[in-house]
C-alpha cells in the first residue's frame, strides 16, 4: 500500500465509524469498523466490520450494512466530497477477529487450568 492509499483507508475508517454510529439504530449489536482497505486506483473501499453480538443480530447487522451502502455512501460523499473527486464504491465485510481472540483466550485458560491441577 502507497502512503496515499493508507491515508484514505484511515480517513474512511475513521469517517465510516462515526457514520455508522449516528445512523444505524443503537438498540442492535455494537459495529466497529476495524480496518478498510482500498484499492490502488482507489475505486474500491473494502471495510471490515467487527459485530459484537448474537450470531442473529450478526446476520441482521450485516444485512442492515448492504441494504444501506448506497445511503451510507452519500453519507460518507457528502463528509469528505473535498478530499476526492470520486467516492470509492463500499463493500463491507465481516471480520471474525473478536471471535477467533476469545477463542483462543478460552483455550488457553483452559490449558493454564489442566497444567496448574497436574502440578
Known amino acids: 500500500m502507497s502512503i496515499r492509499t493508507e491515508r484514505v483507508a484511515s480517513l474512511l475508517q475513521q469517517e465510516l465509524g462515526a457514520i455508522l454510529q449516528k ?3 443503537r438498540s442492535g449489536p455494537i459495529i466497529t469498523v476495524v480496518e478498510v482497505k482500498i484499492t490502488a486506483d482507489l475505486s ?3 471495510a471490515y466490520v467487527s459485530i459484537i453480538g448474537t450470531p442473529e443480530e450478526q ?3 450485516m444485512a442492515l450494512l ?3 451502502t448506497k ?5 460518507l460523499s457528502s ?8 467516492i470509492p464504491e463500499l463493500e463491507f465485510h465481516e471480520d471474525h477477529l473478536y471471535e477467533r481472540a476469545n477463542r ?3 483455550l488457553l485458560s483452559g490449558v493454564r487450568k489442566s497444567s496448574a ?3
Not at 445511503?71 to 453519507?75: D, H, L
Not at 463528509?79 to 470520486?86: A, D, G, L, P, S
Open 23 to 25: 445512523e444505524l439504530p
Open 66 to 68: 448492504q441494504d444501506k
Open 104 to 106: 483462543i483466550e478460552q
Open 117 to 119: 491441577e497436574n502440578v
Open 59 to 61: 446476520q441482521e447487522a
Open 79 to 86: 463528509k469528505i466530497r473535498h478530499h476526492f473527486r470520486r
Open 44 to 46: 474500491i473501499a473494502r
Open 71 to 75: 445511503s451510507i455512501r452519500k453519507i
